[in-house]
């Protein structure tokens, strides 16, 4: 199992980034996928997740209207567009997803892209 995240970067208060996970090693559409950060000094937190059919999202409080997460089944490729970015989104931001192969189950998490907004 791989994913891969981009499209992270500096962007100033009031912009906007796309993130994407590329992933593979695992059937994509299905499963939910994830996306999670972790500022400095915090604890991770999760941002929001789209079921397998892109049918069920849910978002942090804090993203809520702002964010909007989405996926591409085709591509194994799932989005995260960042709009009204703010200083307190400054994070490293991961693709996860639980993921059962074989008898085994267990969360996995890509290396991560960073997120810093600021002026």
């Known amino acids: 199992v791989q994913l891969v995240e981009s499209g992270g970067g500096l962007v100033q208060p009031g912009g906007s980034l796309r993130l994407s996970c590329v992933t593979s090693?695992?059937?994509?559409?299905?499963?939910?996928m994830r996306w999670s950060r972790q500022a400095p000094g915090k604890e991770r937190e999760l941002v929001a997740a789209?079921?397998?059919?892109?049918?069920?999202?849910n978002y942090a409080m804090s993203v809520k209207g702002r964010f909007t997460i989405s996926r591409d089944n085709a591509k194994s490729t799932v989005y995260l567009q960042m709009n009204s970015l703010k200083p307190e989104d400054t994070a490293l931001y991961y693709c996860?997803?639980?993921?059962?192969?074989?008898?085994?189950?267990?969360?996995?998490w890509g290396r991560g892209t960073q997120v810093t907004v600021s002026s």
């Open positions: 090693g695992f059937t994509f559409n299905s499963y939910t």
């Open positions: 789209i079921s397998s059919d892109g049918g069920t999202i």
């Open positions: 996860n997803a639980y993921v059962i192969l074989g008898a085994l189950g267990r969360m996995y």
